[in-house]
Structure formats: structure tokens, C-alpha cells
């Protein structure tokens, strides 16, 4: 293994020599008298914001005094002319496509009838074609086509729009099935809305049109109700009554006008009553979004809904079946559906959804130590190695990274790399950051140090370019473009008692934690409170005699043991090991039966002080974001790439990270936009399902419950092969 990690430091040496470097030219400027950070900018025909980025010590515009030496990036984009920047505005305004579809070019086919068929420009299948600026069109030729949000112009015109104040626990979703339009919609009438997250603040103001049937164009019978007019109803009492504004009431009944007001006896149009359901939000319903080609009975057999039951939460199903209209499910439905912030999923096989003309452009910043490691020295490269654990875990985290590189470009997918040292060097990150240009970048995985991790994450935001922390689950700073691949120990701790609540059966429950994990203590107490509390002697041992009294001879006893301190693992492990003997060797006098837990699992568990024997004598249960793999595709392809050698975790979790991303990238080259939509992952050994705290970043929520039985270690639920996306 040592042998193989010095071939690969050898070959890591030899990439990196390799990577091309987009240097940034540069100048340096003194400041003179009556200069301002704006007319320097003008000068070296650069962005201030650009200025302000190469000086990070330059806060701001009034930072910039006599004498001051400034960076002045030369190749920043130059300061656009009046016309050119009202023409870029105008194309910003344009609407953006929703998706794309593919088309593979017929013989005979032309520009014109291309954009006859799809109802789009020539200049939008150009933009988003670009080859067809300089090649002339080609049989066989395969495109993207634009697919833009459905949108009736003369509907916009005709409709009257509201403001409406977003209430708690509203979701886009909820909003648009409210209103009868798709998300898309929505999103189209209030282009300030971010469109990489489903983010919505409580009391934000949205512009939204009436309700439907509003429009005169719009009416049909089946949406409509006759209703005659009893004595003293005024418009008011009718809109309230029918939960629409009275102006509408009277563009629906113009004879109303023409008889100076509403009068007994009249006979007016009205929308059906809406079904007195109480507030459309998360806390009552979850929501599916239907796809194009998608028709009642598949939708009914895929949601696990009768038809009856769906027609009556969405009376418009009335009208027809449309793609983009946004459906209402009871909330019940989340247990038998794969949910998403209030969204039900679509099953997605990332592998069969690949689209090759995405061509995803990666970059790795781990911290390979290149500058410590002297590759002439065999024999120090080896202890430099085996001591460093950040040396180890990059070199192992990349040679599983290479397997899946190598997997993807199989599937037909081209991906451009670039791979650069951090040496665990927050000032070595900002040269390379200063240095390097970014743009276009699909993706940043690395690096592994919380500080040069913010120094990444803060410049990847300014450009939206998603950061994937390969080991972080969580940081001091908010990031809402970073992607914590490692759950954090809520996640792990809750998974585990939740398992455990599902079995609990009545058994003796006793607790043992150290002072420093309190937390732990009082989330197990918090699910089982008729549990004992065992006394712990100055954090590192039992008080032995008064523990032995706590365990039952009538009922299995589940000993709960949170600490980090290998000592004491080792030591609590062999006396329930003891205490469960008598089972094992004589089953007629046996008294007592005592299995172990953790909602902490930490290297403790794994020290070299602690049997192995002991563990699987205890069934000892733990949760883990890490599952044991077995000789499954991507190990057969490791050990063949590398000669023999077998991937550590470290491997696995770089296959695993990195086969997840470029996968995501190759369905949609936006990791936020496929964030939306895809829901569990699970690879080799790892499995992802990313929540969006929207401010605070993708936190992973994927874990495992992991138990040792007859020396092996095994998932106590394995994977539902129905839910990964492999």
C-alpha cells in the first residue's frame, strides 16, 4: 500500500505540472491626488468590483486614498458602452428555458423549420446551439432545444394581477397550486425570486394573478355555478361568501352595471365554492408537479391515490391534465412517497437520464502536501504518509475520485478536470483563487480545513458555483452554496433513536455518557425516560458495583454508551461482555442478556484497545454516514487500476463524493437546479440527500444503522434498491 501511495505522489506530482494554468496578468498602481476607485477603473478599463476583489485589504471606494498601491487586474472584463449594456439588460429579461429536449437533425431539415416545429427563434436555437453561428446545419447533427415556460399572452393581458403576502409554512409549490399556475409560472411573474433555491420568507410579496375564472375568455361551464340572487345580499356578502373579490363578480355578470347593482331574483354566474379544507401549506398537504406526457392513470398509480380522491383535493383536474400544474396530496402520503421540502419526487435513474452534451468542468483543492513530501526520499515520503492523516485522506479520497472519472467517461460523458494543492494553506487557496479563473466552473470539491473551505465557498458564491465539503457537516459561517457531504451528528444521533424507538420492546434501558456529551445523554432520555442513569467516575470509568445492580434478569438490557475515550470503551465493553458470558455458556442458568449502543460512534470504537470479539458478543448497534463495501463494481475497478490494491474509506468516500456530483452534473449541469428534484443517492458506501437550510447551505441527511454480528459488520436496514438512483 505504501508502494502504491509513492506511485501515486509520483503521479500527482506529474498532473499538477500539468494543469494549465490561466494566469491572471496584472499591474500595480499608485494612487495620485483627485484619483478615485471609479476613475481608475475607467483607466485600466476594469470593474471597481474587480479592483475591490484584488485588494482585499480595499473595503470600499473611500478605502482608496493618495499613495495607495493597488493590484489592478488587467484582464477583467472591460467597461461596456451604454447600448451594449441596455442590450444585455434586455436579453436578462428574456425567459429563460425550463429544460431542454434533444433533436437529432433529418435530412432535408432546415433552421426555419426547426423553429417552426418547436415554436422557438432562430436566435434562441443559435444561443444554446453555438456551433450553428459557424456550421451550417448537418443530417445527423444532435441539438438542444429550449423548452420556455407555457405562458398565454393574451391571458396576461386580460387577467388582472394581486399581491399576495407569503404566510408561514407556505412553499412555492402551495402558492401555485393556489393559484392554478405552474411553479414556472410563478417564477416568470416574479423574476426576483431566486431560481437556485425554493426558498420563500414569510411576509414576502408575490405578483399573482386572480384567481382563475376571473377572465371572461376563460369561462367554462364546468368551473361555474348558477346562482340566484336572494333578498338584501349585497357584492360584498356574495365575494365573501365565494371567497372571490366583488370586481370580479362583476366582470363575470356584466348585467349587473347595466341594472345599476346586484337585485333580488337575479340569476349570476359564480366559480364553484372552493372546499372548506383549512390553510394549503406543509402542515396539511404535500405537493406533486406533473410532467409533460404524463396522464391521469399513471399519475394515480405513481402517487398510490384513487382517482376519485385526487379529482376531489384538485377539482381543476376538471378542466384537463397539464403539464407544470402543480397537484395537492394529504400529508399522509409522505410515508408511502419519496418526499422533498412538501414535494413528491419522480424516481429519477441518474444513469439512463445522462445527457452527454453536458460537459461538466470539475475542480479538486485537497491538500496533496506536495510541498512537504520529498519524493527522492522514499523512506521519509513513507513516514511523512503514514503520520499525516490530511496526506492520507486526500490521496485516498483522489485515487477513488480517478475511478469515477474513469466510470463517467464510460457512460459517454466528457468532463474537464483541474487539480490543484491547497497544502493545507489558507494563503496558498487565495493565490490559487487569485490566480486561477473560475468561471464556468460546474463544481468545487474540496477542500478539507474549515478556513481555506470559507476562503473557497465565499469566492465560488459570487460566481454561483457550487463547493462540496468532502468531510465538513457543518461550518461557523453560512454558505448557501455549500454542499455538507457529511451529516451531521443531529442527523446521525436522531436516525438512531428513531430506529431505536421502532424496536423498543419494554427492555431495561441504562445510560452511560461522559460529561462531554451531554446532548447525547438528554436526546436518549428524551425518547426513553424511564431509563437508568449509570455513574460515571471522573469521565473514564464505571462505579462498577452500583451499575450491576441496574441491569435486569428479567428483561434484555440496552446499555446506551456515549463517549470519545477509547479506555473507557474497551473498559465498559468487557464488563458487558462479562456480564452476557453466562448467557452464552450455560443456557439453563442464564439471568442476564445485555446489548450495546451508541448515537455517537467515534474512532473510540475503533481502537485497536477495543475486542472486536466484545462488539459482536454485544450486537453493538451505531449510526454512520459510512457502510462497509463488498466486492462490488467500482472495488473490482479500483483494485484493477491500481494493481491489486483494495480502496480504503477514504477511496470509497472519493468515488462516492465525486461519482454523485458528476452523475447530478450530467443529468443537469446545476447542482442547485438538481438539488430540487433528486432525493437519496447511495453509491459504495456512502449515500446523499441533501437539505437546503437555503441561507446556511446542502446539508446531507443520508446515514446508516450499522451492527456487528458474528464478527462481520452489517446495515440492520439495507438499502431499498427501489430508492437509489444507480
Not at 493618495?66 to 477583467?76: A, F, K, S, V
Not at 376519485?308 to 397539464?322: I, Q, R, T
Not at 443517492?681 to 440527500?689: C, L, R, S, V
Amino acid at each position: 500500500m505504501k508502494k502504491h501511495i509513492l506511485q501515486l505522489v509520483f503521479t500527482l506530482v506529474f498532473l499538477l505540472a500539468m494543469v494549465p494554468v490561466s494566469a491572471q496578468n496584472y499591474a500595480t498602481h499608485a494612487v495620485k491626488e483627485g484619483e478615485t476607485l471609479k476613475s481608475i477603473s475607467q483607466k485600466y478599463r476594469v470593474t471597481p468590483y474587480s479592483i475591490l476583489q484584488a485588494n482585499k485589504e480595499i473595503k470600499s471606494a473611500s478605502d482608496v486614498k493618495e499613495n495607495t498601491i493597488l493590484i489592478i487586474p488587467l484582464n477583467g472584463k472591460p467597461i461596456k458602452e451604454k447600448e451594449e449594456t441596455k442590450k444585455e439588460e434586455k436579453e436578462e429579461e428574456e425567459v429563460k428555458p425550463i429544460r431542454f429536449t434533444r433533436h437529432r437533425v433529418r435530412r432535408k431539415e432546415t433552421l426555419f423549420g426547426l423553429t417552426q416545429k418547436y415554436n422557438i427563434t432562430e436566435d434562441q436555437l443559435k444561443r444554446y446551439n453555438t456551433r450553428l453561428y459557424s456550421e451550417t446545419l448537418d443530417r445527423g447533427m444532435v441539438l438542444q432545444i429550449p423548452v420556455f415556460p407555457e405562458i398565454d399572452p393574451e391571458e396576461e393581458k386580460e387577467l388582472d394581477f394581486e399581491v399576495y403576502t407569503v404566510q408561514p409554512k407556505e412553499t412555492r409549490w402551495s402558492i401555485a397550486h393556489k393559484y392554478g399556475i405552474s411553479v414556472d409560472s410563478l417564477l416568470v411573474l416574479n423574476p426576483e425570486l431566486d431560481k437556485n433555491t425554493n426558498y420563500l420568507a414569510i411576509g414576502e410579496e408575490l405578483k399573482l394573478p386572480r384567481p382563475k375564472g376571473d377572465s371572461l375568455k376563460e369561462q367554462k361551464t364546468e368551473i361555474f355555478t348558477s346562482y340566484t340572487v336572494p333578498s338584501k345580499m349585497t357584492l360584498y356578502s356574495l365575494g365573501k361568501e365565494y371567497g372571490i373579490p366583488t370586481d370580479s363578480i362583476v366582470r363575470l355578470n356584466p348585467e349587473i352595471v347595466k341594472e345599476g347593482g346586484l337585485k333580488e331574483g337575479m340569476i349570476v354566474r359564480l366559480p364553484k365554492k372552493k372546499n372548506d379544507e383549512g390553510e394549503v401549506n406543509t402542515d396539511n398537504y404535500i405537493f406533486y408537479e406533473v410532467k409533460p406526457k404524463q396522464n391521469i392513470f399513471r399519475i394515480t398509480q405513481n402517487l398510490k391515490i384513487t382517482r376519485d380522491e385526487l379529482f376531489s383535493l384538485n377539482p381543476a383536474l376538471e378542466n384537463g391534465l397539464k403539464a407544470g400544474m402543480v397537484l395537492k396530496l394529504p400529508k399522509e402520503k409522505a410515508e408511502e412517497l419519496e418526499v422533498k421540502n412538501a414535494l413528491v419526487l419522480d424516481k429519477i435513474n441518474l444513469v439512463d437520464s445522462i445527457n452527454v452534451e453536458n460537459r461538466p468542468k470539475l475542480v479538486f483543492m485537497l491538500p496533496f502536501r506536495l510541498d512537504k513530501v520529498n519524493v527522492a526520499d522514499t523512506e521519509k515520503a513513507e513516514e511523512l504518509i503514514k503520520n499525516r492523516r490530511d496526506l492520507a485522506l486526500s490521496l485516498g479520497f483522489y485515487t477513488g475520485a480517478m475511478v469515477a472519472l474513469d466510470s463517467i467517461k464510460k457512460l459517454g460523458v466528457s468532463v474537464d478536470v483541474k487539480t490543484y494543492d491547497t497544502q493545507l494553506d489558507q494563503a496558498k487557496v487565495k493565490e490559487i483563487l487569485f490566480r486561477e479563473n473560475l468561471n464556468g466552473v460546474s463544481a468545487i470539491i474540496g477542500p478539507l480545513a474549515a478556513g481555506p473551505l470559507d476562503e473557497v465557498a465565499v469566492q465560488a458564491s459570487a460566481k454561483d458555483i457550487p463547493v462540496i465539503a468532502p468531510i465538513s457537516s457543518d461550518s461557523k459561517l453560512s454558505h448557501s452554496n455549500v454542499f455538507f457531504s457529511v451529516p451531521r451528528d443531529v442527523v446521525l444521533r436522531d436516525k438512531m433513536l428513531s430506529h431505536m424507538e421502532k424496536i423498543h420492546n419494554d427492555e431495561n434501558i441504562i445510560i452511560i455518557a461522559d460529561s462531554t456529551h451531554q446532548v447525547a445523554h438528554d436526546s436518549i432520555l428524551s425518547k426513553f425516560p424511564a431509563a437508568q442513569i449509570a455513574k460515571v467516575i471522573d469521565n473514564k470509568s464505571l462505579h462498577l458495583d452500583e451499575f450491576l445492580i441496574q441491569l435486569s434478569e428479567e428483561k434484555e438490557n440496552w446499555v446506551f454508551l456515549e463517549t470519545d475515550q477509547p479506555n473507557m470503551v474497551a473498559s465498559v465493553t468487557s464488563i458487558l461482555n462479562s456480564a452476557n458470558t453466562a448467557v452464552i455458556s450455560n443456557e439453563e442458568t442464564a439471568e442476564i442478556n445485555v446489548r450495546m449502543f451508541t448515537t455517537s460512534f467515534n474512532a473510540a470504537f475503533e481502537d485497536d484497545a477495543v475486542s472486536k470479539t466484545h462488539l459482536s458478543n454485544l450486537k453493538f448497534t451505531y449510526p454512520s454516514f459510512y457502510r462497509e463495501s463488498g466486492n462490488d463494481a467500482f472495488t473490482r475497478a479500483y483494485t484493477q487500476k491500481y494493481k491489486g490494491v483494495l480502496p480504503d474509506r477514504y477511496a470509497v468516500r472519493g468515488f462516492d463524493v465525486t461519482m454523485d456530483v458528476l452523475l447530478k452534473l450530467a443529468y443537469k449541469n446545476n447542482l442547485f437546479e438538481t438539488s430540487k428534484y433528486i432525493g437519496l443517492t447511495e453509491y459504495t458506501g456512502n449515500g446523499f440527500d441533501y437539505f437546503n437550510d437555503w441561507t446556511s447551505g446542502y446539508f446531507n441527511r443520508a446515514c446508516f444503522i450499522m451492527e456487528y454480528d458474528n464478527l462481520e459488520i452489517k446495515e440492520v436496514e439495507p438499502k431499498d434498491d427501489s430508492k437509489s438512483n444507480l
